[in-house]
């Protein structure tokens, strides 16, 4: 293994701030400078190893910056805390890669980044749905093969997807925002499974049902599936967006996808493991018709053998929230994260979509708050507004 480089940024400050990865934009580090931190930034594209982690963290460190790809496990976590540490901030939304549980035993904040990757990610979701459903990687790469030899009747032929019905696995910030997207721009019927009822989602289709009436046009319905095999059987195209947990590993395996339709598509811009991969590279190969588009690998950067060389699948590498506005924003809120932490500010009111994170990215003065902890309550930490943020807030 070869030793690695690190970046010092003002060098001078008081307090020690690990970050493993180079983010992007300039706000984050403008926050963390002007709060007096000695900012330490990891160079290079590899994965830190637990090992390089806990030598980053060293003996003294007031807070560090991780990332979703590194195991910030109860042993790494307990060296930040003996380090001196305040608050691990995750440069992401989701935060499976954390043992949240042990932070809390440790007294430790976790810091995420919601909001700012809603829309971007659900986007994602609606591309790779598109892609799928018509083709577009395979038609990319007969273009670029010198195979398209002129028009043809029957050629790629794809699934419509207008006016048939939507599923959604997960009905939290993003999922619901890419069922919204769908729905409107495509007036699919919707049918979500979810723990909750999420209410807001049913009253917006509700309207935008009685809009199209208005306009003489067919309106659209929304319903929470009873069971998933329910919502499998009956959707032209499920897409994922549940939380990984213990309960949703291998929520999508050969039996879900045996009920679901023949020309169906799948999505999954969540998290990997949320499909057994092997099942779905089963499912596809006997199943020509199906066709699934990929943001997320059960082992990332990984994917399962057979995949690759099968046509009916769109794979893209973990590009979800991959856009410069999301990204730098994500870089603001998890240094704003560390700067609220260490400066004893309260945590700010429960974050629902990205006006309420807006007045820390674009404000001239960040709001003295810490936009997300996700272990707060547990901590008992203060609320600036005194709101408390449901679970599902944080997601
Ligand atoms: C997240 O923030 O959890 C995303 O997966 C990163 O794109």
């Known amino acids: 293994m070869t030793a ?17 990865k180079e983010l992007p934009g300039k706000r984050w580090l403008q926050l963390l400078t002007a709060a007096d931190c000695r900012v330490e930034i990891a160079q290079g594209d590899e994965v830190l190893s637990r090992a390089e982690l806990q030598e980053a963290i060293g003996e003294r460190c007031d807070a560090a910056i991780g990332q979703l790809t590194e195991s910030w ?132 289709v509700a309207d935008y049902s009685a809009f199209l009436l208005a306009h003489g046009e067919r309106p659209v319905t ?45 999505v999954n811009a969540s998290r990997g493991r949320l499909v057994d991969e092997a099942a779905l590279a089963a499912h596809c190969r006997t199943h020509p018709r199906f066709r699934a588009g990929l943001d997320v690998y059960e082992d990332e950067p990984a994917m399962a053998p057979g995949l690759a060389e099968l046509d009916n699948l769109v ?19 998890a240094a704003a994260n560390v700067v609220a932490i260490l400066e004893g500010w309260p945590v700010w009111h429960a974050v629902a979509g990205l006006e309420d994170v807006a007045p820390f990215l674009d404000g001239p003065e960040s709001p003295h708050a810490a936009p997300s902890i996700v272990n707060a309550d ?11 943020p449901t679970k599902e807030d944080q997601q």
């Open 4 to 20: 690695r480089a690190w970046v010092i940024m003002n060098p001078g400050g008081v307090r020690r701030v690990v970050v493993t």
């Open 73 to 204: 496990s109860a042993e790494t976590l307990g060296a930040l805390t003996a380090a001196g540490a305040l608050i691990y901030s995750q440069y992401a939304v989701g935060y499976d890669n954390v043992d949240v549980a042990a932070a809390t035993r440790l007294g430790l904040p976790v810091g995420n980044t919601p909001g700012v990757l809603t829309e971007t990610t659900a986007q994602l979701a609606v591309a790779l749905t598109f892609a799928a459903a018509r083709r577009l990687a395979e038609g990319d790469r007969m273009m670029r093969a010198g195979e398209y030899h002129g028009w043809l009747p029957g050629m790629l032929l794809g699934s419509l997807l207008y006016r048939g019905t939507l599923g959604i696995v997960g009905a939290g910030r993003i999922g619901a925002a890419y069922a919204r997207m769908m729905v409107e721009g495509h007036k699919m019927d919707l049918l979500y499974y979810d723990v909750r009822a999420n209410v807001e989602l049913e009253a917006y």
């Open 222 to 266: 929304c319903r929470r599936a009873e069971t998933l095999v329910g919502l499998l059987r009956a959707c032209d195209v499920v897409s994922i967006h549940a939380a990984l947990t213990e309960k949703t590993q291998h929520l999508i395996g050969g039996p879900e996808l045996a009920a679901m339709k023949e020309e169906a598509v799948l």
């Open 315 to 333: 794979l893209v590498p973990h590009l979800g929230s991959a856009t410069t506005f999301t990204r730098e924003g994500m870089a603001t809120l």
């Open 378 to 388: 547990d901590l008992g930490l203060p609320r600036l507004a005194g709101q408390a």
